[in-house]
């Protein structure tokens, strides 16, 4: 079983659209959690970041942490043809030094 | 640099050839990690530079896959008589700290073994 898990999709929406990301994991060390955001041909990019329970909100992004579930969510908000990309969360243990990466999901945002 | 720099962007490649990826990190950047990403798959791990201290070699899947950094600046990854399977884009990241801190990836090296 993989430590972290995250449906590939691909997903496609309309332009407009509220797109819920999700990934699951196992290790209940994991504390600190982020989104990180991959554009064809890129690097990832880092799109969000944190620590504790709860919603972060950063403009048409929101994470969501619960961490009595051990799941992790990315909510775009009025999605935008150029919010295609592949999204991947990723997490790291308190005292880690590396991030576990889930699969990434392809989402598409069609005008 | 402005960023973390990778080259090649693209390597082609014989069965049982050697390659050698080189990074470029961000100035300053006292961490540097090499993760592979398989087509449709999630970033894979590999090995892990903190400043001075002994690597964390623990993702390299095989003894034919070596990595270098000299100091804080560049690195090289090494992987020996290739396999089809090596195909993959491989990516290094930066960072200023470790672990927690948000990392800068470079555009990867596409390696294709034919």
Redesign the interface.
Known sequence: QKE?E?D?GPLSVPEGAIVSLNCTYSNSAFQ?FMWYRQYS??????LM?TYSSGNKEDGRFTAQVDKSSKYISLFIRDSQPSDSATY?C?T??T??????????TQLTVNP | GAG?SQSPSNKVTEKGKDVELRCDPISGHT?L?W?RQRL????E?LI?F?GNSAP?KS?LPSDRFSAERTGESVSTLTIQRTQQEDSAVY?C?SSQG???E??F????TQLSVL
Request: no cysteine.
């Open positions: 972290v995250q590939p600190y041909r890129k690097g990832p990019e880092l970041y991947l990723a790291i243990e005292s880690g030094s590396r991030l576990t990466f889930g699969e990434g | 973390v961490a990690y993760y449709g798959q999630g970033l791990f892990y903190q964390d993702g990516l990241a470790q672990g927690r948000k990392l990836f470079g555009s990867g």
